[in-house]
């Protein structure tokens, strides 16, 4: 992988159904853990949908307004699709769900090195989980995303910093 193999950083991207409310807030908490961590500069985030009805859309006001009770900020963040060329450009591809994961693996080039995973798979707590889609339940919803979100965030955040730390010893 690019950022594994040379002095270029990671980069991951985070995928949901329409990019407004799970992906992009995962975006969000990533690259606030991240900067938390040192690791700011050497993993980079995006996001993005595997659908295009909210294509150039702010994230959810509802999820906005979760995520602004806990110190994130959302409102800068535009709705894009998946592209192709993503397993080109990112190490990392980050589902939310497994409908998003399998999608994502029949997208993915043959040449790609991409590697396709849960957002949840290295999580402590619910390990290989699926971060459930609040867009149809009331605001508890979106307080509960945002922990399973935060929780996912600290498996990854801990996994690349190993990762580089063993890049570094040689």
């Not at 990019?19 to 807030?25: K, L, V, Y």
């Not at 995006?46 to 295009?52: C, V």
Request: hydrophobic content about 35%; aromatic content about 8%.
């Amino acid at each position: 992988m690019r950022g594994q193999r040379s002095g270029e950083p990671i980069r991951v991207l985070c995928v949901c159904t329409g990019n407004i409310c799970r992906s992009p807030t995962a975006e969000v908490v990533l690259r606030q853990r991240l900067k938390e961590e040192g690791l700011g500069e050497r993993v980079v985030v995006d996001s993005a949908g595997i659908d295009s009805y909210h294509v150039g859309e702010a994230p959810d006001p509802r999820m906005q307004q979760a995520a602004r009770r806990r110190g994130y900020d959302l409102s800068e963040l535009r709705a894009r699709q998946v592209q192709r060329e993503d397993f080109f450009r990112f190490d990392w591809v980050l589902a939310m769900d497994r409908g998003h994961l399998h999608w994502l693996q029949r997208l993915r080039p043959p040449t790609a090195e991409t590697e396709v995973a849960l957002f949840l798979a290295r999580s402590k707590v619910r390990p290989n989980a699926e971060v459930p889609d609040p867009y149809y339940r009331g605001p508890e919803a979106f307080e509960e995303v945002l922990d399973w979100l935060e929780e996912g965030a600290r498996g990854w955040v801990a996994f690349w910093r190993d990762l580089l730390e063993e890049k570094k010893r040689g």
